[in-house]
């Protein structure tokens, strides 16, 4: 069955440092992997989606994630945090023949000043 | 374009009334699907739909309803509501469907604040 883990709830980092979220999937055939960010009291946002191709994906603001088979992982990462990140992010793996998404249970980001 | 359209914003509701969901969408996507957002447990799948005409569960289905009648629309029915189901609820859809196309980026409604009380 698919599934997805973000290990970590929540995550604190300082403006200007550098910020990885981790995701491992479940998933028995190749995976369709996503990144959504959801502000608060607002709807999700996709970030960046992984299909095939180039295991480095970039996104929007800044973000990329990295597609790596052997540890079933799609970690998200962003050189520089900037205090408007400060978000839930979440992590979906997409099934390859019915549209579903299963998200895993998300993390929250702090920015500290 | 509206994208995804979600009404009402909340609602507050006593155990055992009934309610509907609104949610549609004006991009011609075959995909929509409910979610039921709780803290700490992410995004859960309610129920989804491929198409008009065609639904199924997800993850968590018990006490709700959908059906799919147009395009456009994927109203989910809470029959009789319970405390157990005061979340925020989202409808999403997307490209994905009946077509046989793999799963693609979902567009998110605003969402719909429930609470039982």
């Known amino acids: 069955a698919q599934s997805v883990t973000q290990p970590d709830i929540h995550i604190t980092v300082s403006e200007g440092a550098s910020l990885e979220l981790r995701c491992n999937y479940s998933?028995?055939?190749?995976?369709?992997l996503f990144w959504y960010v959801q502000s608060p009291g607002q709807g999700l946002q996709l970030l960046l989606k992984y299909f095939s191709g180039d295991t480095l994906v970039q996104g929007i603001k800044g973000f990329e994630a990295e597609f790596k088979r052997s540890q079933s992982s799609f970690n998200l990462r962003k050189p520089s945090v900037h205090w408007s990140d400060a978000a839930e992010y979440f992590c979906?793996?997409?099934?390859?023949?019915?549209?579903?998404?299963?998200f895993g249970q998300g993390t929250t980001l702090q920015v500290k000043p | 374009n509206a994208g995804v359209t979600q009404t009402p914003k909340f609602q507050v509701l006593k155990t055992g009334q009934s309610m509907t969901l609104q949610c549609a969408q004006d991009m011609n996507h075959e995909y929509m699907s409910w979610y039921r957002q709780d803290p700490g447990m992410g995004l859960r799948l309610i129920h989804y739909s491929v198409g008009a005409g065609i639904t199924d569960q997800g993850e968590v289905p018990n006490g709700y309803n959908v059906s799919r009648s147009t395009t456009e629309d994927f109203p989910l029915r809470l029959l009789s509501a319970a405390p157990s189901q005061t979340s925020v609820y989202f409808c999403?859809?997307?490209?994905?469907?009946?077509?046989?196309?793999?799963?693609?980026?979902?567009?998110f409604g605003p969402g719909t604040r429930l609470t039982v009380l």
């Open positions: 998933y028995g055939a190749t995976p369709y």
């Open positions: 979906a793996v997409g099934s390859s023949n019915t549209g579903k998404l299963i």
């Open positions: 999403a859809s997307s490209y994905s469907g009946r077509a046989g196309r793999v799963a693609d980026e979902q567009f």
